[in-house]
């Protein structure tokens, strides 16, 4: 089973500030790595998958880098909706699994 | 439309059973494997089982193997999943996806679960 390690579990930051939340695998997921937000009482919102392809109506400050086993989701200047807990999740191989998420939450 | 659509949550009484569905539309339902995941309150995403697009394969989360199984009718395009021997820790909001179409992955609403006397 491929383990998938989010840090930091909590990233304490203001609006506007630059957010930088890390992925990475316990062996490789090639490029097959997704990755969701997460607001309360609602499903997760697709941001990115395959490693780069952004999901539709996703904005500009929302970036993704890296593919094997060290993948990054950058926001470039929070805006006060990004405040939310992120997820990524592989398809690399069974079973699929799911990080532990990292919550962005306002300081 | 594309669209997933879980049907079949409710309260249970720890030890019961219950069968979740959903129903896909919009893709060649046949072509592609198909996984539940869950979130229990509070917690976070949990991969539960999965399916090649035959029903030939089947995989499950250690925490279900045993008690759930996963099935699908292609003539339908539907999935299932069996729970048996239901647990206060399978209360969870339960969702079904698709991770393989090229256009991204694709999730239900999800259906709520609680096991509760």
């Known amino acids: 089973e491929i383990v998938l390690t989010q840090s930091p579990a909590t990233l304490s930051l203001s609006p506007g500030e630059r957010a930088t939340l890390s992925c990475r695998a316990s062996q490789s997921v090639s490029r097959y790595l997704a990755w969701y937000q997460q607001k309360p009482g609602q499903s997760p919102r697709l941001l990115f998958f395959?490693?780069?392809n952004r999901a539709t109506g996703i904005p500009a400050r929302f970036s993704v880098s890296g593919s094997g086993t060290d993948f990054t989701l950058t926001i470039s200047s929070l805006e006060p909706e990004d405040f939310a807990v992120y997820y990524c999740?592989?398809?690399?191989?069974?079973?699929?699994?799911f990080g532990g998420g990292t919550k962005v939450e306002i300081k | 439309e594309v669209q997933l659509l879980e049907s079949g949550g409710g309260l249970v009484q720890p030890g019961g059973s219950l069968r979740l569905s959903c129903a896909a539309s919009g893709f060649t339902f046949s072509t592609y494997a198909m996984s539940w995941v869950r979130q229990a309150p509070g917690k976070g995403l949990e991969w539960v089982s999965g399916?090649?697009?035959?029903?030939?394969?089947?995989y499950y989360a250690d925490s279900v193997k045993g008690r759930f199984t996963i099935s699908r009718d292609n003539s339908k395009n539907t999935l299932y999943l069996q729970m048996n021997s239901l647990r206060a820790e399978d209360t969870a909001v339960y969702f079904c996806a698709n991770f393989w179409l090229v256009t991204g992955p694709l999730w239900g609403q999800g259906t709520l679960v609680t096991v509760s006397s």
């Open positions: 395959d490693a780069s």
């Open positions: 399916i090649t697009n035959t029903g030939g394969t089947t």
């Open positions: 999740q592989h398809r690399s191989n069974w079973p699929l699994t």
